[in-house]
T-cell receptor, first 109, second 116 residues
Framework: GIQVEQSPPDLILQEGANSTLRCNFSDSVNNLQWFHQNPWGQLINLFYIPSGTKQNGRLSATTVATERYSLLYISSSQTTDSGVYFCAVGTGANSKLTFGKGITLSVRP | GAVVSQHPSRVICKSGTSVKIECRSLDFQATTMFWYRQFPKKSLMLMATSNEGSKATYEQGVEKDKFLINHASLTLSTLTVTSAHPEDSSFYIC????????????FGPGTRLTVT
């Protein structure tokens, strides 16, 4: 099946810093989503981005489908950005998702 | 929009009993729903895909007789863990997709199951 690799596995930032989270995948996809899992386990949709670039406030994402990677940018990080960020890619008719292992982000005040 | 709920949020049951978890799409019709399992500090693993009105498709290694899935309507899917054992303790999360060609999935808040 498709492989999804996220890097770095852990990231510690000082409040106000910028960061880039990377997601590599091994095959063509028809779905790519970035999520933030909060401390209660809820997955919050950040971006649906199988290709192209999107921005939402301090967050933006770019997926280069031909090169099989996606990047999530966080600017001016805040302590509330802490948590686990997952990249998940979808293939096939049902576009079922395969998740990466996640990136644990800690933003310190 | 695109809200998915799960009930219960937390359940504790005795070994050997069955537990039912509900997943509802509140503001859209979900032709396809998915069930995932997440172990502590681990990623999400897809268990099964359910399409409304048809049998669920289980991932390799998932026992279909143990994890019964029913998707009887466009807004409701249920997961029943039958004859639960302590190793079934986990965080179960559902997601829903609006329709063919609508690939984005929306996730419920999860159900934490503890089997004693």
């Amino acid at each position: 099946g498709i492989q999804v690799e996220q890097s770095p596995p852990d990231l510690i930032l000082q409040e106000g810093a910028n960061s880039t989270l990377r997601c590599n995948f091994s095959d063509s996809v028809n779905n790519l989503q970035w999520f933030h899992q909060n401390p209660w386990g809820q997955l919050i949709n950040l971006f649906y981005i199988p290709s192209g670039t999107k921005q939402n406030g301090r967050l933006s994402a770019t997926t280069v489908a031909t090169e099989r990677y996606s990047l999530l940018y966080i600017s001016s990080s805040q302590t509330t950005d802490s948590g686990v960020y997952f990249c998940a890619v979808g293939t096939g008719a049902n576009s079922k998702l395969t998740f990466g292992k996640g990136i644990t982000l800690s933003v310190r005040p | 929009g695109a809200v998915v709920s799960q009930h219960p949020s937390r359940v504790i049951c005795k070994s050997g009993t069955s537990v039912k978890i509900e997943c509802r799409s509140l503001d859209f019709q979900a032709t396809t729903m998915f069930w995932y399992r997440q172990f502590p500090k681990k990623s999400l693993m897809l268990m099964a895909t359910s399409n409304e009105g048809s049998k669920a498709t289980y991932e390799q290694g998932v026992e279909k007789d143990k994890f019964l899935i029913n998707h009887a309507s466009l807004t409701l899917s249920t997961l029943t863990v039958t004859s639960a054992h302590p190793e079934d303790s986990s965080f179960y999360i559902c997601s829903a997709r609006a329709g063919t060609g609508m690939n984005e999935q929306y996730f419920g808040p999860g159900t934490r199951l503890t089997v004693t």
